[in-house]
């Protein structure tokens, strides 16, 4: 009986401390939005910052779906009219990486410009 008592409060000691060591990594997560308007991407170019992981917040405001695709990324997501989606990339090192839309290849273009200096990021 006594060593149940003891492996349970240990199992909850080793998830209480998963817990704290993992959260600030979510809350620490840096978020940037693009905006599907007119089957365009906007910002046409997105600069994040080199070495960190970031969210993408995708939001199609047009009515008909759009899909983000890029294969430098290596990210696709289909996102329906009216909707939102959410990409996480990175880290990744500087440099451009283009994505586009899959449903309006000629106009939905766009790039991730990565920097090294955070502060160009903003």
Do not use: C, W
């Not at 106009?107 to 410009?113: E, P, Q, V």
């Amino acid at each position: 009986m006594k060593q149940t008592i003891r492996m349970r409060k240990s199992r909850l000691s080793v998830i209480a401390l998963l817990i704290l060591l993992v959260a600030p990594s979510y809350a620490a997560t840096p978020e940037f939005e693009i905006e599907i308007r007119n089957h365009l991407f906007l910002p046409d170019t997105l600069t994040i910052p080199a070495g960190v992981k970031v969210k993408l917040v995708i939001y199609n405001r047009d009515a008909t779906p759009e899909e983000f695709e890029s294969y430098e990324l290596n990210r696709e997501k289909v996102i329906l009219g009216g909707r939102k989606a959410i990409v996480f990339i990175g880290p990744l090192a500087p440099g451009e990486y283009p994505f586009f839309g899959e449903f309006n290849p000629q106009t939905a273009l766009g790039t991730i410009l990565v920097v090294a200096d955070a502060n160009a990021a903003k």
